[in-house]
């Protein structure tokens, strides 16, 4: 029986796994262009859309691939693009990003990712569900032109968010880094891999929206000018640059700050200890002395009464704390002990 009941969880477990992974894929027809969306996609799917769409074999290998660098290949009939955003995580410090492919025609925008794009998979939900009929009109009652300036918005703004997000984390490290109490130096390290993360993505999206703002110029509807609408998109990503920029400059003054002080405090701590120890030089030499079993004043056989029976202990004393005493006026009169 227990090995039945472990044999059904692995199962359930299995089968949790498989559905987290699942293939999704959905065709979303407007009055003049289908959307096809393809979560976690088969070489198979992808192929049967090459064969009908006469995709490029090299494009379908680099929709395949898990990490392909951003490019734009245009044909006459359509053209291919595949970008790079960050997934939909609730905290900082995202291991990889997320691929986004893309192939847009005439009467066709095809997109292919792992499903981890909230935003993109929301815009989906929206439009097959109708949800909001008056936004779905508006995308797919034009080119296919507006719909791809939809998708890239709403993954700009998120995009958008998360740079803002990681303002909010510089104004929590910058308390820990005036906090003798926290070590902030792994959260500093963290934040600072983020950053440039977030770089690598926002830098070259630029450059890809403006040639994806020219290419989609020939499927566009006459009178039909989508450039004054990537030209908001290319702000927000200007947008993102700019917070990313300020949060690195701010970060290395946190770096920085946060390297000075953990010296100061290092050193203190040293300080602290090289005295103590320097004062301790006197009394560790007399009493090295009169450890040793040998005639000394004061010592063994020795009968010094002037104090009391105590005379040679209190001698010893005095002789090691006069040169203490003295050295620490002569340490504090050069500023090595303050406060």
Same mark, same amino acid.
């Given at each position: 029986?227990?090995?039945?009941?472990?044999?059904?969880?692995?199962?359930?477990?299995?089968?949790?796994?498989?559905?987290?992974?699942?293939?999704?894929?959905?065709?979303?027809?407007?009055? !003049?262009?289908?959307?096809?969306?393809?979560?976690?996609?088969?070489? #198979?799917?992808?192929?049967?859309?090459? $064969?009908?769409?006469?995709?490029?074999?090299?494009?379908?290998?680099?929709?395949? #691939?898990?990490?392909?660098?951003?490019?734009?290949?245009?044909?006459?009939?359509?053209?291919?693009?595949?970008?790079?955003?960050?997934?939909?995580?609730?905290?900082?410090?995202?291991?990889?990003?997320?691929?986004?492919?893309?192939?847009?025609?005439?009467?066709?925008? *095809? #997109?292919?990712?792992?499903?981890?794009?909230?935003?993109?998979?929301?815009?989906?939900?929206?439009?097959?569900?109708?949800?909001?009929?008056?936004?779905?009109?508006?995308?797919?009652? $034009?080119?296919?032109?507006?719909?791809?300036?939809?998708?890239?918005?709403?993954?700009?703004?998120?995009?958008?968010?998360?740079?803002?997000?990681?303002?909010?984390?510089?104004?929590?490290?910058?308390?820990? *880094?005036?906090?003798?109490?926290?070590?902030?130096?792994?959260?500093?390290?963290?934040?600072?891999?983020?950053?440039?993360?977030? !770089? !690598?993505?926002?830098?070259?999206?630029?450059?890809?929206?403006?040639?994806?703002?020219?290419?989609?110029?020939?499927?566009?509807?006459?009178?039909?000018?989508? *450039?004054?609408?990537?030209?908001?998109?290319?702000?927000?990503?200007?947008?993102?640059?700019?917070?990313?920029?300020?949060?690195?400059?701010?970060?290395?003054?946190?770096?920085?700050?946060?390297? *000075?002080?953990?010296?100061? $405090?290092?050193?203190?701590?040293?300080?602290?200890?090289?005295?103590?120890?320097?004062?301790?030089?006197?009394?560790?030499?007399?009493?090295?002395?009169?450890?040793?079993?040998?005639?000394?004043?004061?010592?063994?056989?020795?009968?010094?009464?002037?104090?009391?029976?105590? #005379?040679?202990?209190?001698?010893?004393?005095?002789?090691?704390?006069?040169?203490?005493?003295?050295?620490?006026?002569?340490?504090?009169?050069?500023?090595?002990?303050?406060?």
């Amino acid at each position: 029986m227990k090995k039945g009941f472990i044999s059904n969880r692995l199962r359930s477990g299995k089968k949790s796994i498989e559905e987290s992974i699942q293939q999704r894929i959905e065709t979303i027809e407007g009055n !003049r262009f289908s959307w096809i969306d393809l979560q976690n996609p088969d070489r #198979t799917d992808v192929e049967e859309l090459a $064969k009908k769409y006469h995709f490029n074999s090299l494009n379908i290998e680099d929709c395949m #691939t898990k990490f392909e660098l951003p490019k734009l290949d245009s044909y006459d009939d359509h053209f291919f693009v595949i970008l790079h955003f960050p997934p939909a995580s609730p905290k900082l410090g995202i291991v990889k990003n997320s691929q986004l492919s893309i192939f847009l025609g005439k009467d066709f925008l *095809v #997109t292919i990712h792992q499903g981890d794009l909230k935003p993109l998979v929301d815009l989906v939900d929206l439009c097959k569900t109708n949800s909001d009929s008056q936004r779905k009109e508006r995308l797919f009652g $034009k080119s296919s032109g507006v719909l791809l300036h939809e998708i890239i918005d709403v993954l700009v703004d998120d995009l958008l968010h998360t740079s803002r997000r990681i303002i909010a984390n510089l104004d929590d490290m910058e308390d820990g *880094v005036f906090d003798e109490t926290k070590s902030v130096a792994r959260s500093i390290a963290l934040l600072r891999r983020e950053i440039n993360r977030l !770089r !690598r993505i926002a830098n070259p999206l630029k450059r890809f929206v403006l040639e994806m703002a020219n290419n989609v110029k020939r499927f566009s509807d006459e009178g039909e000018d989508l *450039v004054l609408f990537f030209d908001d998109v290319i702000d927000h990503i200007d947008k993102v640059i700019e917070t990313l920029e300020e949060s690195r400059e701010t970060m290395e003054i946190y770096k920085d700050t946060d390297f *000075v002080l953990s010296s100061e $405090k290092t050193n203190k701590v040293l300080a602290v200890l090289t005295i103590i120890f320097t004062l301790a030089i006197p009394a560790t030499v007399i009493g090295t002395f009169y450890g040793m079993n040998v005639n000394l004043p004061g010592g063994t056989g020795a009968e010094w009464m002037i104090l009391g029976p105590y #005379t040679s202990f209190i001698i010893i004393i005095l002789a090691s704390a006069i040169p203490v005493v003295l050295m620490f006026v002569y340490f504090k009169k050069l500023g090595w002990i303050s406060g």
